[in-house]
């Protein structure tokens, strides 16, 4: 009969280093994939009335979906880090001019587009839907 | 030769998380922190008149659908795969189980985008 040697590894290898980096970096989705349930059920109950409309408006406004929605921007933050900290890794060798270009650089121009993006689009929500 | 369904997933996975690196930060901020406690006057840009008029516009419900399906299928991806990882289930089941998930709130919000009509 064939035993196999199995190495023993703990069942909480996610939660230490250096695994737990990546746990931190995959618990984004969590936070990213409940996000999208909330703008659902608002979404949802627009669909239902506007009495359900507003009581969404008034969950959005209870302490609970501030802390929230605290968590969540945390998360959206560490995850636009994280996206384009592996962006280079994931991507075919960038040259321009006859070099490489380093990975630090497309991270940091990936970040500051990133960020132009997220300012642009809250300045325009707020000064045209007001 | 028998072709992997993996790369549609991964498509989904990567133009989520690319939407959600570019726009997602200003998307929790505005829905979640500035409206709901009225920061600079804002509480009625998302009242149920401009809610509605939004939905009801074609182009917002573009944007309804592509930030909710997509952010649910990047998070689906990621929970997946974490899943696996920890073993806690068989493949199968734990694929079905969040792509199923990331499917069935896609169904929901076009449901509901098609419900509030045009």
């Known amino acids: ?130 | 030769m028998k072709r992997s369904v993996a790369p549609i997933f991964w498509l989904m996975f990567g133009a989520g998380g690319m939407l959600a690196a570019l726009v997602g930060p200003a998307l929790v901020i505005m829905t979640g922190l500035i409206v709901p406690t009225g920061v600079g006057n804002s509480t009625t840009i998302m009242d149920y008149a401009h809610a509605i008029a939004f939905a009801q516009h074609p182009f917002g419900k573009l944007v309804l659908l592509a930030v909710i399906s997509l952010f649910a299928w990047h998070g689906a991806e990621r929970i997946y795969l974490t899943l696996k990882d920890m073993h806690l289930g068989p493949k199968f089941t734990l694929a079905w189980l969040s792509y199923g998930s990331a499917g069935a709130v896609t169904l929901a919000t076009t449901a509901a985008l098609l419900a509030i009509g045009f």
């Open chain 1, 1 to 130: 009969m064939r035993r196999p040697y199995l190495r023993p590894i703990d069942s909480l290898w996610w939660a230490k280093p250096p695994y737990l980096a990546y746990t931190l970096r995959e618990a984004t989705g969590i936070a990213i994939g409940a996000y999208a349930l909330v703008l659902l059920a608002g979404v949802i109950c627009l669909a239902v009335s506007e009495n359900a409309y507003d009581a969404w408006l008034r969950f959005l406004a209870s302490r609970w979906s501030l802390a929230l929605h605290a968590i969540f921007l945390v998360a959206m933050l560490f995850h636009v880090w994280t996206w384009f900290a592996i962006m280079p890794k994931t991507m075919p060798r960038l040259v321009i001019g006859g070099r490489y270009v380093e990975p630090r650089l497309i991270t940091a121009t990936g970040v500051a587009i990133a960020a132009l993006a997220s300012l642009v689009l809250l300045v325009i929500a707020l000064r045209i839907l007001q």
